[in-house]
Nanobody, 114 residues
């Protein structure tokens, strides 16, 4: 299993970014995927997840601002991040959900300045 995240960057508050994650080694048609961020603890925190048929779940702090989507044919997961806030600054990862592969990608850094 491999995850390759991209699309992060340095932006100002209220600007937008679109993260992408290319997935290999997973059957996209049946697997729920999720976006995580490193947070402050030992474990990565889930931010949003999306089922194989497109149903989504978001944590309260990003609801209404972030949108997860996927293209199973392209084996790619996306996270559209709008109205970014400084507290969204973190290293973002993708992985399967609810179980996670031990083979995490490198992540993509999102930095939001005031």
């Amino acid at each position: 299993v491999e995850f390759v995240e991209s699309g992060g960057g340095l932006v100002q508050a209220v600007e937008s970014l679109r993260l992408s994650c290319v997935v290999s080694g997973i059957i996209m048609e049946i697997q729920t995927l999720a976006w995580f961020r490193r947070g402050v603890g030992e474990e990565r925190d889930m931010v949003a997840n999306i089922t194989a048929d497109g149903r989504t779940y978001y944590i309260d702090s990003v609801k209404g601002r972030f949108t997860a989507s996927r293209d199973n044919a392209k084996k790619t997961l996306y996270l559209q991040m709008n109205s970014l806030k400084p507290e969204d600054t973190d290293l973002y990862f993708c992985n399967a959900y609810p179980w996670q592969s031990d083979d995490w990608g490198q992540g993509t850094q999102v930095t939001v300045t005031p």
